[in-house]
C-alpha cells in the first residue's frame, strides 16, 4: 500500500518549480495501479503538527525539525513523525466500513496510460538456446 498526502502542488509552487511533484504522484498512480498495489491519497492537513502516537496536537514551526509530544513524550524526527501520520490516515482509511477493498486508482484518469491485456509468460523450463 503507499499512501500520499492530498496536496495542490500548483498551489504550493507558485510558478517558482515546475509540474515534478505532480507527476511524480501520477507515476506513483500509474505504478501501483499496473501492479495491483492499492494506492490511496489523505487529507494532508495538519500532518506536520500531529503526534502519530497519541493523536495530541503539538504546534511547531518550520525551523523546529524535532517532534516532541507533551501528551505522550514521544520524540522524533519531524518528517519521520508525519510519514506515520499520513500511514495512519491511510490505515484508517481503508479500515472504513464502506471503503475497505475499495480501488481509488483507475488507469483511466492518467494521461498516456493504455491498459495493457499482455500477460508475461513463464519462462520456467526454457533455456536459450547456444549460437555455434
Known amino acids: 500500500m503507499i499512501f500520499m498526502e492530498d496536496l495542490d502542488f500548483r498551489i504550493m509552487a507558485k510558478g517558482m518549480l515546475d509540474c515534478g511533484f505532480g507527476q511524480f504522484r501520477s507515476i506513483v498512480k500509474y505504478v501501483c495501479w499496473k501492479l495491483g498495489k492499492f494506492f490511496a491519497e489523505v487529507n494532508s492537513r495538519g500532518t506536520s503538527q500531529e503526534c502519530p502516537e497519541c493523536g495530541a496536537i ?58 495493457s491485456s499482455q500477460v508475461p509468460k513463464s519462462r520456467k523450463g526454457t533455456t536459450r538456446k547456444s549460437k555455434k
Do not use: F, P
Request: glycine share 12%; proline share 0%.
Open 58 to 115: 503539538v504546534k511547531k514551526t518550520l525551523k523546529v525539525r524535532v517532534h516532541h509530544c507533551l501528551e505522550c513524550g514521544l520524540t522524533i524526527d519531524r518528517d519521520v513523525a508525519s510519514g506515520l501520520v499520513i500511514r495512519n490516515r491511510g490505515i484508517a482509511l481503508i479500515s472504513t466500513d464502506g471503503w475497505s477493498g475499495k480501488e481509488t486508482v483507475c488507469a483511466g484518469d492518467l494521461a498516456g496510460a493504455q491498459k
